[in-house]
């Protein structure tokens, strides 16, 4: 059992999508949260072997779309200095800030590493006493545990050259100001597995009542997201509105309790700015007082960056599902890969990257092409 | 530490030339042009490289070529990290240029090596590298004829960079370019994908599997040699290096203006690779190979090379992996495991591992 090839069976993919089309007696509009999940949507194309009556709209769940330009400014900033080895994950390396990216601050001589853990950022502060190691910590539940064990690590070891530069969001609040929106039309979720793995699903059950929406606990294969979508379409072809677990081999009701800890003794919550959303309240993280020494933010002197959002760029739209990317005039035209407007295109998770790698819109006849 | 003299012919696997314990590590004074720089090229590269154009001790090799049309191609070899499971930077320093020579449909041979030396790489580093260069010459039946040593300054270079060109010759009289490529070509892949860049990243990170990847880095010019003596008709040859799959598909596309699409679940790739790029966010269509190319030939023609492949060591998982489907065109689709066909698009930089 490999855990790849079982879940992407096609004849099985085929019979869910025969299922789906059976119990699919009229629209709907369903919303996967996490961009992994949009990832796979658009390069298994599994959206074509729904019904064309249910429609999958893209959520925020994609860290470094929403990581606030100013936090990119501020990272570019800190990345700068000479005395600064700044390490961050892969993708974070291309988002553009207001005029620059990490990468070109690399070009240019910054000391900037790509980790691949943020243990490795300790490593890297304990073999350079005499440089500064900043870690940028960015992601949703899933990667909250693993940086604040870093800082438990860095602090055991008494390192004073390790600080990190937190852009850490929570999905439930972003959930809920998608659904307390006056334009919203998702509903019901796919809720983004791995995070859940980490929280657990028991978060999730005030939402459903509350806004009665189904919100199904979702995988990343393509199995598990067809799996996901008959979960919820069954749901609002019978009227309810529950959670339920599709990822089952990941998933449990309460979580990881000992990762939930480790994030609880670290971080607090904190209103969090999302890029394109907003501040949403409760929907960040931020050091707790006993490890505010490890603050970045605070502990260099990164003074308010001019930040310029590009006007064209409707990434806020595309993060709440009001907009799907070929609908944005700049889509494939002056926002491309290689010159992204926003984060929604630099990201290999984010919508617009996922669209134009996989599919292309025509801009004349404006029809997707695959 | 017995130092062989001049007169003595260095064999593969023998002690360094140059005494370690006298010299561990390259000095600025052995790119400097006086005792120690000679040493260096006349009991190292010229005694282990042993070609009789090197020892005619020209600035220039004198070479004899048939009156046939040649191909010449450069490359220059920058890897980090400069050993790895399958290779060496040696290694790919001749594969990679004896490939590219082997894509025009050459038969490669000779060799021009440059090395640009950091002051303070390992002396016993260096020695390791030039046995694997004669190694892999030997391999792909090409002779080194001329070179050249430079040495910077510490902390200005990364260990060794290199250099090669090569000359090879054509001996059929087949066009082999993009522009041949017709609508109705099969693309075959010799092999299985994705093996050297998982091995490098493997290694660069510090990553380790369970299963050790393992570089596919191999001279290609034996291969598609063979598929020309026995008179297939080719079309179009490209090796996949950096980029992948996906990116050859793209060039060619672009290059030739058509359209192609490819079957991913006919795409060769090893379980260990799949896993590992799995584990990373990677996509295996675009991770680097070293001894891997795609051939476009006519359909027709598709069986019988794959017949002659499959003989040799390195194209014993040929298979055919797509075909070119539309004229005016410059798009690349892939039909996933699903039925649905999607862009395989040319990536825009380099592939990054995802967040989460």
Known sequence: ?370 | MNVPGLETEIQPGMICPVPLNKYPHVLLAHGGGGRLMHQLIETMFKAVFRSNELHQDHDAALLTIPQKKIAFTTDSYVVQPLLFPGGNIGTLAVNGTVNDLAMAGARPLYLSIGFILEEGLPMATLWQIVQSIQKAAQDAHVSIVTGDTKVIDRAKGDGIYINTAGIGIIEHEQTIAPREVCVGDSIIVNGDLGNHGMAIMAVREGLSFETTIESDCAPLAELTGRLLAEGIDIHCLRDLTRGGLASALNEIAAAAHKGITIEESRVPVRDEVACACELLGLDPLYVANEGRFIAFLPADHAEEALRIMRQHPLGQNACVIGNVNEEDSTTVTSKSTLGIRRILDMISGEQLPRIC
């Open chain 1, 1 to 370: 059992m490999k855990y790849l090839h079982e879940y992407r069976d096609p004849a099985l993919a085929t019979r869910l999508s025969r299922e789906i089309h059976r119990i699919t007696t009229r629209p709907h509009v369903l919303m996967e949260v996490c961009g992994g999940q949009t990832h796979a949507i658009v390069k298994y194309g599994i959206d074509e072997l729904l019904p064309e009556s249910i429609e999958l709209v893209h959520g925020p769940g994609c860290p470094v779309c929403v990581t606030p330009l100013e936090l990119i400014d501020k990272a570019i900033a800190i990345a700068s200095r000479p005395d600064v080895i700044f390490c961050s994950f892969g993708d974070m390396l291309r988002v553009p800030g207001s005029g620059d990216d990490l990468l070109s601050v690399k070009a240019r001589g910054g000391d900037i590493r790509m980790v691949y853990s943020p243990l490795d950022a300790v490593a890297i502060a304990q073999k350079n006493p005499q440089k500064e190691i900043v870690f940028f910590a960015v992601g949703f539940e899933t990667t909250a545990p693993a940086n604040a064990m870093a800082v438990v690590q860095a602090k055991q070891l008494n390192l004073r050259n390790f600080s990190v530069l937190v852009s850490h969001v929570l999905v439930p609040p972003a959930m809920e100001a998608i659904l307390s929106s006056p334009h919203n039309r998702v509903e019901g979720f796919l809720a983004a597995g791995h995070v859940c793995t980490i929280m657990g699903y028991t978060e999730y059950g005030p939402i459903a009542s509350t806004y009665k929406v189904p919100i199904v606990v979702t995988g990343f294969e393509p199995l598990d997201i067809l799996q996901g979508v008959y979960m919820c379409v069954r749901q609002l072809e019978e009227g309810r509105a529950e959670v339920e677990n599709q990822y089952t081999r990941s998933v449990h009701k309460h979580g990881n309790r000992y990762a939930q800890n480790t994030i609880r003794d670290v971080f607090c919550i904190i209103p969090r700015k999302w890029r394109g959303v907003g501040e949403i309240a409760h929907s960040g993280l931020g050091l707790q007082t006993d490890y505010q020494a490890f603050d970045a933010e605070k502990r260099f002197d990164v003074t308010q960056c001019q930040t310029n959002e590009s006007d064209e760029c409707v990434s806020g739209l595309i993060l709440q599902g009001l907009k799907k990317p070929h609908e944005c005039p700049a889509f494939a035209v002056t926002c491309t890969p290689d010159h992204p407007l926003g984060a929604t295109m630099v990201s290999s998770e984010g919508a617009c990257a996922a669209y134009y790698r996989y599919r292309k819109h025509n801009a004349q006849t404006g029809v997707l092409n695959a």
